[in-house]
């Protein structure tokens, strides 16, 4: 609802709503590209004692450099990255707010191109950043002349690129990045939350990272890691680069929980990224079966799938709710997200799509 007008708010603020996807009990949750599968029983005794270890020196504020935390960063991410070019905070959301506070603000630009991610305006507001939008082409890929055309006109300051874009799933391809890299006057932040869940071939932006020392590649623990109540987010890039978002992180900013949380889960990679390739696997196996019963299926190297077109998809939506599967009603217009569950929920999600549009 809109800030009542007796509330001082700011006023490109006073019609607007908090960020969210709808959080509602139901028994299949496939809305917030959540993993499926939590944390070992192994790993989670690991997190609780590191946690409670933490807890014995609550008086005492947090390594405010999380230097342990980066390094074992820096050390899963390899490219020969260390701690000093890797950066972590609340959730990549936080990063990007930190790399909109260091690299953009009033009079500064960043682009982006829709769609794609819809926070990335909302960090721009908040840092008072001006926010241009170019678009993709309709198969949700990047459009690359027209991409060069807008940065050669706007010269931003910020270029954002999602790759696995949210919410099409769409990889970028490599020479397109390369392009980018090369025209921007600014940084370029790839945003790699699902960069985990690409498909084999699909390289990552880590290894343009000695090349162009302008570039910052994010990434998360949350989808891949099962760690989206941990709220971890990082940032590999130029140690120089790195320093700059130091200059904006507020003091203390990544609790002493978070961080012991963080790397207990980086002991137990290997069991934690295990289902990666069983929900790559799900998530080709569900894109198929879409086909097969007549949508339109975005190209996905994520942990999600696009899919459409409906001349209602909120009534679609709701009929699936009803039958007890929360998807995600977003992205353009005619098209609705479903997250990769696992093989019971997916069959439940099958079952209620095709009892709403048959």
């Known amino acids: 609802m809109p800030v ?4 001082p708010i700011r006023d490109e603020l006073r019609d607007d709503e908090p960020y969210g996807a709808p959080q509602l009990d139901v028994p299949v949750q496939l809305n917030t590209n959540e993993n499926p599968y939590g944390p070992s029983e192994e790993a989670a005794r690991d997190i609780a004692e590191s946690v409670y270890r933490a807890a ?10 999380a230097v342990e935390l980066r390094t074992s960063l820096a050390s899963y991410l390899g490219h020969g990255l260390t701690a000093d070019r890797v950066w972590a905070a609340n959730g990549s959301n936080e990063v990007m707010q930190q790399v909109l506070q260091a690299f953009g603000g ?6 982006s191109f829709a769609p794609t991610y819809s926070m990335y305006p909302e960090y721009a507001r908040n840092t008072h950043t001006r926010w241009v939008a170019g678009r993709r082409r309709d198969d949700f890929g990047l459009d690359v002349d027209a991409a060069l055309a ?8 910020v270029v954002i690129l999602t790759s696995p874009n949210n919410p099409t799933g769409t990889a970028l391809d490599p020479a397109h990045t390369r392009a980018i890299l090369e025209a921007a006057p600014g940084v370029v932040v790839i945003d790699e939350a699902y960069g985990e869940f690409r498909r084999d071939g699909t390289p990552s932006a880590l290894e343009l990272l000695d090349e162009f020392p302008r570039l910052l590649v994010t990434r998360t623990m949350s989808k891949a890691f099962a760690l989206a109540g941990g709220r971890l987010g990082y940032v590999a890039a130029d140690e120089a680069i790195i320093d700059a978002l ?3 992180r ?12 963080a790397v207990a889960a980086l002991r137990h990679e290997p069991e934690l990224l295990a289902q990666v390739d069983a929900l790559r696997t799900t998530r080709d196996e569900t894109s198929v079966w879409l086909r097969e019963q007549g949508f339109e299926v975005a190209e996905s190297d994520a942990n999600f799938v696009l899919f459409g ?6 009534a679609v939506w709701q009929g699936v709710l009803d039958r007890g599967v929360l998807i995600r009603e977003v992205g353009p217009l005619g098209w609705l997200r479903v997250s990769i569950g696992t093989p019971d929920e997916m069959l439940a999600f099958r079952t209620a799509l095709l009892e709403v549009t048959r």
């Open 250 to 261: 507020l003091p203390y900013h990544l609790s002493a929980v978070s961080q012991a949380a």
């Open 309 to 314: 077109r409906f001349d209602d998809r909120h």
């Open 106 to 111: 009033p009079g500064r630009t960043a682009v």
């Open 150 to 157: 807008l940065i050669a006109a706007e010269r931003p300051d």
């Open 246 to 248: 130091r200059i904006v």
């Open 56 to 65: 014995l020196t609550l008086n005492r504020y947090p390594d405010r450099e």
């Open 4 to 7: 009542p007008a007796w509330v």
